[in-house]
T-cell receptor, first 113, second 115 residues
């Protein structure tokens, strides 16, 4: 299993541009999460999903959108990029019956200038 | 509000010594705690977890201690190795019947192993 994969690894956006961060997991996990990590800080939850077709806001959802059309994929959309969205973005997943441990992807480093 | 905090932002330990990383939490309703390790340029990696009905749990070279009276969590790493150098995060959540558990992460402690 590849686990949780994220693309791209790095991206530079201009203010006002849009992009989608891709996240895929091959562990048949029901739960998926998007976090952002600012320098020297912990992770803050942006959005999460408990299954295909079901998403909910986390702690810092403003400026982002998500969809969950399949169990495997959980893309994160930035519509109008702002410098405050410069961060490292992590996707994670968790199985329904495997406890509460979340498995993380390698992250996407995004810079908005 | 709910928060998870760490006592020390950095910790340097001699290779072979034991290290202890501390974490304080404020939400007395939290009943599940996790320690994650994050190496530079990588995503967090699960180390060990503990439920609130336990005081101690041991893994391979790691032990987590939970003191619910003072809302304190610690991670002990025995016989530290260079590969243990990383940032360590504690995280907490309340277990829910609805599957909407959300982890709250602390700021992290950077552990540096001195050769």
């Amino acid at each position: 299993n590849a686990g949780v994969t994220q693309t791209p690894k790095f991206r530079i956006l201009k203010i006002g541009q849009s992009m989608t961060l891709q996240c895929t997991q091959d562990m048949n996990h029901n739960y998926m999460y998007w976090y952002r990590q600012d320098p020297g800080m912990g992770l803050k939850l942006i959005y999460y999903s408990v299954g295909a077709g079901i998403t909910d806001k986390g702690e810092v959802p403003n400026g982002y959108n998500v969809s969950r059309s399949t169990t495997e994929d959980f893309p994160l959309r930035l519509e109008l990029a702002a410098p405050s969205q410069t961060s490292v973005y992590f996707c994670a997943s968790r199985g329904l019956w495997a406890g509460y441990e979340q498995y993380f992807g390698p992250g996407t480093r995004l810079t908005v200038t | 509000g709910e928060s998870v905090g760490l006592h020390l932002p950095t910790l340097s330990v001699q290779e072979g010594d034991n290290s202890i990383i501390n974490c304080a939490y404020s939400n007395s309703a939290s009943d599940y705690f996790i320690w994650y390790k994050q190496e530079s340029g990588k995503g967090p990696q699960f180390i060990i977890d503990i439920r609130s009905n336990m005081d101690k749990r041991q893994g391979q070279r790691v032990t987590v201690l939970l003191n619910k009276t003072v809302k304190h969590l610690s991670l002990q790493i025995a016989a530290t190795q260079p590969g243990d150098s990383a940032v360590y995060f504690c995280a907490e959540t309340r277990i829910s019947n609805f599957g909407n558990e959300k982890l709250t992460f602390g700021t992290g402690t950077r552990l540096t192993i001195i050769p």
